[in-house]
């Protein structure tokens, strides 16, 4: 498999366990927003070691971007990440996944599955076609909710966001259910686009069947 070998160009922390990665972008490489990528660390005992991260950035920006949640406890390539610098190297390959826009719809996310609708949102609004989608964001607390200024500049009414761990003026309480999809997804055409945790996953595949939306309507990873 091709391998393209990129230098960090910045790093900065986005929530308490979330830090968004910068790197050069290897002449013509290309994605479409919503894709992911085969990334490791460029050192020669970590090269090998890969995990799929998604492209925040929208794929005409003059560098490409990762939001990367960090689990120390894991001990795994998120805990190596956190220990990166600026000038270190990072290896990706071609660029693969699922998701993309097949038209307006509502977005579920949970945690860090947000990051493919930041890369199809930020396209979307750099195309003036965001408009008519809704997104439906799920974290523990609000220090949890990655980017949330920039959502809600972008989607407005539209970004609607639930707390499972915190009760706050403006949020909702709890986990999203069949009456919170009832009460907050998006009108006109019931497309659905879905991302998070499995538990998650599960969770929320099994109430949209129960408020009776078709597989084929529903887009996912994870
Ligand atoms: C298509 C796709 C796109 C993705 N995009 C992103 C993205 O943009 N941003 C993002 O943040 N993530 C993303 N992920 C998730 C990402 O690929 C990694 O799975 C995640 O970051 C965890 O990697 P890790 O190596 O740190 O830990 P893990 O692979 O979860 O864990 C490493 C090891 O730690 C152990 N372990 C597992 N769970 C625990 C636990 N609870 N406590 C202690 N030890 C444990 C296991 O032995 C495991 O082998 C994406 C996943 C997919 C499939």
């Known amino acids: 498999m091709q391998q393209y070998t990129v230098r960090i160009t910045g790093i900065e922390r986005l929530t308490h366990d979330v830090k968004r990665f910068r790197?050069?972008?290897?002449?013509?490489?290309?994605?479409?927003?919503?894709?992911?990528?085969?990334?490791?660390?460029n050192r020669p005992d970590l090269r090998k070691r890969m995990k799929p991260f998604t492209f925040t950035g929208t794929g005409k920006d003059p560098f490409l971007e990762f939001i990367i949640k960090i689990y120390?406890?894991?001990?795994?390539?998120?805990?190596?990440?956190?220990r990166v610098s600026e000038g270190d190297e990072l290896i990706i390959r071609p660029a693969w996944g699922a998701?993309?826009?097949?038209?307006?719809?509502?977005?579920?996310a949970g945690g860090a599955g947000i990051t493919p609708f930041i890369s199809i949102f930020r396209d979307?609004?750099?195309?003036?076609?965001?408009?008519?989608?809704?997104?439906?964001?799920?974290?523990?607390?609000r220090d949890d909710i990655i980017?949330?200024?920039?959502?809600g500049e972008m989607l407005g009414r539209s970004f609607v966001n639930i707390l499972s761990e915190e009760r706050s003026d403006g949020y909702f309480h709890g986990f999203i259910d069949e009456e919170f999809l009832k009460a907050h997804a998006g009108g006109g055409e019931k497309r659905f686009y879905v991302c998070g945790p499995p538990p998650m996953m599960k969770s929320v595949?099994?109430?949209?069947?129960?408020?009776?939306?078709?597989?084929?309507?529903?887009?996912?990873?994870?």
Request: glycine share 8%; proline share 4%.
């Open 72 to 82: 120390p406890a894991h001990k795994g390539l998120t805990d190596e990440l956190d």
């Open 23 to 41: 790197t050069e972008i290897p002449e013509g490489y290309s994605f479409i927003p919503g894709q992911a990528t085969s990334l490791s660390i």
């Open 124 to 141: 979307l609004r750099q195309r003036n076609e965001l408009q008519g989608n809704t997104l439906l964001f799920a974290n523990k607390t």
């Open 205 to 222: 595949l099994s109430h949209l069947a129960s408020i009776g939306i078709d597989k084929s309507a529903i887009t996912l990873e994870f």
């Open 147 to 151: 980017l949330e200024k920039e959502l």
């Open 99 to 108: 998701i993309s826009y097949k038209g307006q719809g509502t977005f579920i």
